[in-house]
Structures are given as C-alpha cells and as structure tokens.
C-alpha cells in the first residue's frame, strides 16, 4: 500500500544551536576585565560560564519561564500558608547560582576586588536566567543591612553557598535568600509617600520590634527566608527587616493577595502583599529609612548596570551565532555587508557598556580606600544603571531581528530576552530616578562633579570628536540648573564620555575610534547598523564572536 506520508522538503541552512560556548573563557572583554581587576576569579567565571553554552542548563532556563510560579494561599486542610510554588527548573537554576557565589562572592572572599569580581558573576548569570537574577542581587545587596549584630546569623545564611527551599525559620537553615517590599500604590518611586504603619512592641535581645501594618504593590520573591520594608513610625519612615518565618515555625503575618501577571520575568514571582502586623526589626534608626533603603540601593543598582550589560551580552552571543550559521545569498548572514555593520555596532555598544558597568565596581571596591573613587561611584551607578538598562531594550530589539521570524518565536531565547530587556529600566528607580540622582549627586558635593570630570578629562588628546564632547559636557555641567528637566540630555553626555574614557583605557583601538566617530561625531544614524562601512568592522565582529566547543 503507497504511504501517504511522503516528505515533501529537507531541512536545510538552519541556524546551528547555540551551545558549546563558554560567557567567560570566550569573551574577550570579560577575560580583560579580570586580568585587571580580579584575575584570582577566573577559574571560577570559568566554571560558571560553561553554564551559559549548556544546553541542559539552557534546558532549565527554558523551562522556569514556561511553568510560572503558582500562588498557594492555603493548605488542602484550610491553612493559610501564603506560599508560592516553582517549577523545579527554578530551584535547579537557584541552587546552581548560589553554589557559584553569585549572592554572595563579594562577602566572603579575602582577596582584592570583591565587587568587581562578584559582578563577573552576576554578568555571566545573566546570560543563563534572569529571573533568579532577582533575588540572588537582592540577597547580595542586602549584607550591609544586616550589620547590627542580632543580624549575625542571617549573614552566615545569606553567605553559605547554599540554597535552601525548605519554608522554615532561619534558624532550621542552611542557606536563605533576601526580598525588599517598599513600593505602595500611592508613591511609586516617591518614597516619602509610605503609608504602611509601624507600631513599637517591645524592645528584645534580637532587637527592637514593630508591629508593620499595610500594603505593598510589588514585593518580588515574596517567599524569601527575610526580607527589608518601610514603613511609618511616630519619627518618619523606617526601614524594618521581618523574616518570613518566626521561631515558632509559624509564617510571619503577611497574606499575598495576588501575583503579578507581567509583561516578562516570568520565572520569578512578585505579588502584592497585606502585612497584618507583621513583625518586624527596627534596621538604621528610627526615621532614617529611606536613607537606610538607599544605602542597600547603590549594590543593587550596580547589579542592574552589571546585569544588562549581560542580557545584552547574551543577545549579541545569540545574534552571532545565528548569522554566522545561516547563509544567504551565497555568504553567511555576517559577511553581508549590512549585517557586519549591525553587528559591529552591536559589539561596540555591548563592550562600551560592560566597561562603564565594570568601573563602576572598581570604583565601589575602592571607595573605603580613595575619596576620589569614591565620588566616581557616587554619580557613575546611577548612571551606568540608566543608561545600560536603558540601551538593553532597543539592542535587544535588534539582535532579534538579526534572526528574522525565528528570533520572535518562544522556542527561541530571544523571545524571552526581549521581554525581560525593558525591566531593570524599571526596576530599583526608573530612568527619571537615575538622572534625578545624578543630578543630586552633583549638587550635593561639587567634589563629585569634579571627581567625574577628572575621570572622563583623563581621555583628552586621545581623539578630536572626544574632545570637543568633553568640552560640552564641561560647559553642561557648569551650568546653574533650577529643575531636572535637563537630567537625561546631560547623564546621556557624560554616559558617552565614561564609556569612550574606559574604551580608550581597555578597549581595540578601532572600537575607540569608531565609538568616538559613530557616537561623539555625529557620524551615525537613528538605529543600529549606521556606522561608516570599514575594513576594520569584520575584525571587530571576529572580536565579539565566540569559539565553539
């Protein structure tokens, strides 16, 4: 009998699967990174990095996204447990990152450079799994906070190595993880707008208490082992730590109304939240919350400069591989003229951005140490935290369409990247925040406008078009500002002066001068892919490209 099924077309000049590579041992500006910073983390950004080209770990990510956490309010008994549940993909991609040292490498390390170091992680996990990029920066960030001494135990937790899923109280743990609940309905970014209550209970060996009454409109990783809030005290808003369990083993008094539904980030779960006199430890003084808040936000901020620069590291991994494999028009896609550029002028834009992110972290490795450096981190986080997070989104986009339709599919890791590159924008102050704290950063101390200047001043002579930049930007920052309506014209100048400094300092000197004659000159268009056609645009494509195994 003649079988119906017949084939009717072969498979061919697909793209090959992007596996086989390793985030650190093939990345050429991340290996100079650490030769200058850290070079006693390789080995172990090497182990980690081999993750990222895995296709079982690959296989994790993957899965974490399709199979959204779950929101279990009670037990099958009628028990209120508020809990949410993940798919075990989540708690495989958890415990892989904590064994690394992504939370927890800047504290536990004697050797020099911790930041810097830690951030080489967080960079390389960033191209595994976004979502538990979350609360592994969070828990990072959280250390300092838990500095008074009743807090000792949660710091030999957050620091171990270890995750531990188990809901129980810290004490009953080998490992735990840290969220922040701060922002309400009313106030959005606007801190000062808290209406979330704290009434003093007692004072107690462990601390004093508060009893924390209110709503939070979103609270990610609401199922941390402890986790940092604001709320109002008879002094002002205070910054209070609740643990998620109390010693009893019963859950502490917050009920989760709901999870969000979002756009991206699917893997990781946040949620609106009604603490019912929560209990919760006084952390910094009482009325001093915000400024407590801020102190824990200049890690996380650092971590979301860190973080996009390698979710855009990823997609430009993604958009190389898969232009090099296919062919069209008798060439691979790469070798297309127009291709070469776009992707050339991808590479400058990942390597500009991973080199401010990462003077960033030297600076805040160094700020015990040096006045000057540390006036450097004062105003370069919430700069590289705008512009990178900013930039990710349209580079993103691009890299997508590098792959055609097959970039927009779910099948392919694009799809997710292009949902999670608008989040960190967002996430830990919005862009407006940045450029506001910049300004203020300038206003509050002329030394850190100074301390800036000097920084990005040391680039003269180096190029003409970066001259004459840093001379408008000198004659911006000169000028007496009465609002911020300016705020992202100037932190976009000054983005462009620190990226161009650290490309002269570490980078090819190609990618110096084309940066300096697409980006300073004028000598570029709207989008991606503008640069002047040159000889040298496949040598820096080949710069950006990663081995196979």
Known sequence: MHSLAQPTHQVLNQARLAVGWNAFSDD???QGVVARLAPWVAEQAAALGAHAGDEATQELARLANIFSPELKTHDRFGNRIDWVEFHPAWHELMALAFKHGVPSLAWTTAQPNGHAARG??????????QGTACPTGMTYAAFPGLAQPE????????????????PLPVSQKTGATIGYAMTEKQGGSDLRQTQTTARYLEDT???????????????????????????????????????????????????IQRLKNKAGNRSNASCEVEFRECLGWLVGEEGAGIKEILSHAHLTRLDFAIGSAGLMRQALTLALNHTQSRR?????????????NILADLAIDSEASTLMAFRVAAATDAMETSEQERHVARVATPLAKFWNCKRAAAFVVEALECHGGNGFIEENPMAR???????????????????????????????????????????RGANRALDRWLDRLGTEVAKPRNDDGHGRRLANMMAYALQASELLEHADAT???????????????????????????????????????
């Not at 080489?120 to 799994?129: G, K, R, T």
């Not at 807090?151 to 188990?166: P, Q, V």
């Not at 102050?429 to 704290?437: A, E, H, I, P, V």
């Open 205 to 255: 060996p462990e601390g004093r208490v508060y009893l924390i009454t209110g709503h939070k409109w979103f609270f990610s990783v609401p199922q941390s082992d402890g986790f940092f809030t604001l709320a109002q005290t008879e002094t002002g808003v205070s910054c209070l730590f609740a643990p998620g369990f109390l010693p009893d083993g019963s859950r502490n008094r917050l009920q």
């Open 328 to 340: 069209g028009f008798g060439l691979s896609l790469a070798e297309q003229p127009m291709m070469t």
């Open 151 to 166: 807090f000792a135990l949660w710091r030999e937790r957050i620091t171990s190595g270890l995750y531990d899923r188990r």
């Open 417 to 459: 990247l292009y949902r999670e590159a608008p989040l960190n924008a967002i996430w830990e102050g919005t862009s407006n925040m940045m450029c506001m704290d910049v300004l203020r950063s300038f206003n509050r101390d002329p030394r850190t406008k100074e301390a800036f200047m000097a920084e990005v001043g040391a680039a």
């Open 28 to 30: 050429a500006v991340l």
């Open 511 to 549: 990618v110096f001068e084309t940066f300096c004659r697409s980006r300073l000159d004028a000598d570029w268009g709207y989008v991606f892919g503008t640069l002047d056609p040159s000889p040298e645009l496949a040598a820096i494509v080949k710069r950006a490209s990663v081995a196979r195994a």
């Open 120 to 129: 080489v992680l967080s960079y390389v996990w960033n191209q595994i799994e």
